[in-house]
């Protein structure tokens, strides 16, 4: 049906068309199934596809998504970078003098070297390999040489001035006349390094209380060290 509806003079009229809702039921059909029809002036109905905003916005999904995983992956690299600064100088090295004062009977001070390495797993502490050689002779004139090789903690106060302590266990070699022996060892002590520079420092002095056991009995030997310290 139709409905004239009166214009303003100088304008010609408008005419509105109505239908009942139950033809508009194959449209709003055709509009669930993706086409939109609509109805013409000739009674005719045009069809068009409906935009595909599922797919568009599934599109714009994953683009957002790979933005975001290459954001955390930057970010992954920058704390990468940021923790692998913080471990530096994680592994320092040790050499220098030793002095051994080997109380046997009788009892005979021996010089020699040593060398340690450590690995800090935090600032204050690490992990210590530690090997040293002595060499000299007994009063009767026998030549005799000692060895070391010990593991175990170390705490350290760090600062320019860094008192330590250590707790190293293992094994020592005895060499004297042709013959070897080889014991249990352990060294209790402790020392003091001066910061030189940023990767070099000096040890200032290292005291060891240095048990071994050597023919069935224990020596309670006394250490010094001294030297220079690198840093990783």
């Known amino acids: 049906m139709s409905e004239n509806v009166p ?32 109805p013409s002036t000739g009674g005719a109905t045009s069809s068009r596809p ?83 050689g002595h060499y000299g002779s007994f009063s009767g004139g026998t030549s005799v040489s000692t060895y070391t090789y010990l593991f175990g903690p170390q705490i350290s106060l760090p600062g320019r001035f860094s008192p330590f302590g250590h707790l190293l266990l293992g094994g020592a070699h005895l060499s004297s006349a042709g013959f070897g022996s080889s014991s249990f060892s352990m060294a209790l002590g402790g020392g003091l390094d001066y910061s030189l520079k940023d990767k070099i420092s000096w040890r200032v002095g290292q005291v060891d209380y240095l048990l071994t056991q050597f023919g069935g009995g224990s020596q309670n030997n006394f250490r010094f060290s001294t030297g220079i310290i690198y840093r990783f």
């Open 50 to 132: 409906v935009i595909p905003w599922n797919a568009i916005f599934k599109e714009k999904g994953i683009l957002m998504l790979r933005k975001m995983l290459l954001v955390f992956a930057l970010c992954g690299f920058a704390t990468l970078g940021a923790q692998a600064q913080q471990e530096e100088n994680t592994v320092e090295v040790f050499g220098g003098y030793s002095y051994l004062h080997f109380h046997t009977n009788p009892s005979t001070n021996l010089n020699g070297w040593e060398v340690a390495g450590q690995y800090r797993f935090r600032d204050w502490i690490g992990g210590v390999a530690d090997i040293d």
């Open 7 to 38: 214009s303003a003079p100088g304008f010609p009229s408008v005419q509105f068309f109505s239908q009942p809702f139950g033809t508009l039921r194959p449209v709003v059909h055709q509009l669930k199934n993706g086409v939109s029809a609509l």
